[in-house]
């Protein structure tokens, strides 16, 4: 049985943080594996709390601090952000953490 949750929890393990620094996605991996080893620990017999623990202290690290405006939000690094468009007037930015930010598009 254990065998058989290693296996589905390493099969959960969640892909490279595309375009980000490698240096970036190797701490975002020991941050991770760090802590899907501890909550094995706290939570050994539900491996989907183990994941979720691991992936919420993991994108910790990931978090985007808001732009200040508009020119700052077009400078945001494209592994930042998962959707970025302006309509009617306003500048809509999705960051890779969940956050939706608006800006007024300058004239």
Not at 85 to 100: N, P, R, S
């Amino acid at each position: 049985m254990t065998d058989l949750i290693e296996r589905e929890v390493g099969k959960d393990k969640p892909p490279e943080i595309a375009g980000a620094p490698r240096d970036l996605q190797r701490q975002w991996q020991g941050i991770y594996d760090k802590e899907l080893a501890q909550a094995k620990v706290d939570s050994p017999n539900d491996p989907h709390a183990q994941t979720q623990a691991a992936r919420r202290a993991a994108n910790r690290l990931i978090s985007v601090d808001p732009p200040e405006n508009y020119a700052a939000a077009m400078k945001l690094e494209p592994w930042k952000f998962l959707k970025r468009e302006a309509a009617d007037g306003k500048l809509c930015i999705v960051t890779i953490d969940g956050k939706k930010l608006f800006y007024d598009v300058p004239n």
